[in-house]
């Protein structure tokens, strides 16, 4: 690790923190609907749309109705994203005349934003109509991010509540997250990364004379494609959705031409995930408890970062053997080059890896499959640990919240004492719902990649052979059941199998955690408070943040290290001892 390299970590973590309070202040304020600047301008804008949908904001709902609301309109949003990539080659913003997806890659992508994946086997640039990317990709960017965030309010309702039936209303929580807090912030960096040179226009692609013309061709034009990109990146990134305009994602420098697109765009990966710390403290009345949340996120994101950065920054010894020179020096970042931007290098390159598979993100500013065997290890195994160490807005916090639920539920069987959080006892029906949560996703990335590698379709999309194969695999269940989205991408996944198998994955991924976690808001509302007593054990200490901590990674540790010791382990060990 360079001194460079430090001093931009810790910059980007400074700023971040220096962020998190006051939009996390703010953030509550909107949710508890207590009056704002920017509710006076808006406020007549959401109450239109209260009456024209027949909503009454006040109405309070069950947790099954909360979960119905969300389910029927998440329903809605997918199928509206199917129909419009069947249909847009008869719809207009199409100038490049694009055709329709096939039906099981646009059952794929329906379902990947609908539930805030953003897993793409296409090439945007090659495939979806402005139309397309506006109306369908980028609604359900701020749609799915919003309802991740109105989750996680009804949780923090359950632990708010006494003998109460309700946990809110879903379609309050929802308008109130997009309209006061995802428009406003991504206008503002939608503005910024136009200014920074992120494309944003309806204008067909461009033909653009080549600066050099090649020997071993005629061609002296290339077809430039560009369209309105910045207002979806700037979504995607706040919203933790990942999903890039173009088929690089954010290596591409129409989406992320400099380090200071690169960093507002890092920052904004983070920013609302760690806001939501603060506003859960505030919410719950007690804003230590998000910092002890905050803290054991903070701490195990940036001990994992340094064991990527440090895998990366020591290169690739097939590499070494081909005569690569990898050491760093002024001309160059030195390390492991393969699959980066020279305008990010090493340090910048290797953090944004571990931000978006943290954040439950999953844009990238490189390739991960052409990172060294550790350093991938490391973002794929960020992903398996549940996406709680920062998540995706809302889902990653209210994931958290589970494993602390289990954390306590741990420390009061060491002191023979009823466990409880915040006030609320922690019994049967909670414990066995927050089993639910953690059990499923690993269900399906551990039976899907067995799937996979047993099944013809699955091992056929497989671009290398033996351990970097498997991991490929591997990642790709992990990507869609933790809702992320980034892959190795040596893995051909846009056929019938991978496209039906990951959707199915991504669904499950998304709303078998999604009905479990409003279960135990409903029953956590409807429990009385109990006083803290000398035996309460205290949730805001080192001491708690440890064992939160420990009971994350045990669980990440014990349900993968095995599968992962087939892929990136054995794959590392073979790097290390060839020839």
Not at 60 to 84: D, H, I, K, P, S
Not at 102 to 130: L, R
Not at 395 to 421: D, H, K, N, Q, W
Request: aromatic share 10%.
């Amino acid at each position: 690790m360079t001194a460079n390299g430090l001093s931009q970590i810790t910059f980007y973590f400074v700023v971040l923190l220096l962020l998190a309070k006051p939009l996390g202040i703010y953030m509550a304020a909107v949710y508890e609907n207590r009056p704002l600047l920017l509710k006076r301008i808006l406020a007549p804008l959401e109450a239109g749309l209260y009456r024209f949908s027949g909503i009454k904001p006040e109405q309070e709902m069950r947790w099954q109705e909360y979960a119905a609301a969300l389910l029927w309109f998440n329903l809605f949003g997918g199928l509206t994203v199917f129909a419009l990539q069947m249909l847009q080659t008869f719809l207009p913003l199409n100038p490049q005349k694009l055709g329709h997806v096939t039906v099981d890659s646009a059952f794929n992508t329906a379902v990947s934003f609908a539930t805030n994946t953003n897993w793409q086997g296409y090439g945007g640039e090659t495939t979806m109509s402005y139309l397309t990317q506006m109306l369908g990709l980028s609604v359900q960017n701020f749609v799915s991010a919003a309802t991740g965030m109105a989750v996680l309010v009804a949780m923090i309702r359950g632990f708010q509540r006494t003998h109460a039936d309700g946990i809110g209303n879903f379609w309050a929580d929802l308008t109130r997250g997009t309209l006061y807090i995802l428009l406003p912030l991504s206008l503002v960096l939608a503005l910024a990364l136009v200014g920074q040179g992120v494309v944003q226009t309806f204008k067909p692609y461009q033909t653009v004379p080549l600066a050099e013309q090649a020997a071993t061709t005629e061609k002296t034009t290339q077809t430039l494609a560009v369209g309105p990109a910045a207002s979806q990146i700037a979504i995607k990134q706040l919203g933790t959705n990942g999903g890039g305009f173009f088929n690089a994602n954010s290596a591409h420098p129409f989406e992320n031409p400099t380090p200071l697109s690169d960093f507002l765009e890092m920052l904004a990966i983070l920013l609302i995930p760690a806001a939501l710390c603060h506003t859960f403290g505030t919410m719950v009345g007690d804003t230590r408890q998000g910092w002890a949340i905050l803290s054991a996120m903070t701490l195990v994101l940036v001990s994992l970062l340094f064991v990527t950065v440090a895998n990366e920054q020591s290169g690739n010894p097939a590499l070494a053997a081909l005569g690569v020179e990898q050491s760093i020096s002024v001309d160059q970042a030195g390390g492991n080059m393969e699959g980066k931007e020279t305008r990010f290098g090493i340090v910048n390159s290797a953090l944004w890896a571990t931000l978006t598979t943290a954040a439950s993100n999953g844009s990238v500013n490189s390739m991960h499959d052409s990172y060294t065997p550790l350093g991938g290890l490391v973002p794929m195994w960020l992903i398996q640990l549940g996406e709680v160490i920062f998540g995706g807005v809302g889902s990653g916090l209210y994931g958290m919240l589970i494993f602390a639920l289990i954390a306590v539920f741990v420390a009061g069987l060491m002191i023979g004492r009823t466990p409880e959080y915040l006030g609320k006892k922690i019994e049967a029906f909670e414990i066995k719902m927050a089993a639910i949560v953690i059990l499923i996703p690993a269900f399906f990335i551990l039976g899907g990649t067995a799937l996979a590698v047993m099944v013809e379709a699955g091992k056929t999309a497989v671009a290398n052979p033996g351990a970097h194969g498997f991991s490929e695999i591997l990642y790709a269940f992990s990507s869609a059941a933790g809702n992320n989205g980034s892959a190795f991408a040596g893995l051909s996944v846009n056929s019938p199998f991978y496209n039906m198998a990951l959707a199915v994955t991504m669904l499950i991924g998304r709303y078998g955690i999604i009905i479990p976690v409003l279960a135990i808001a409903g029953s956590l509302a409807a429990k009385k408070t109990v006083p803290t007593t000398v035996g309460t054990l205290s949730t805001h200490t080192p001491l708690f943040v440890m064992l939160l901590i420990g009971t994350v990674i045990l669980v990440g540790a014990l349900t993968f290290v095995p599968a992962l010791a087939l892929g990136p382990v054995v794959e590392h060990l073979v790097m290390n001892t060839a020839p």
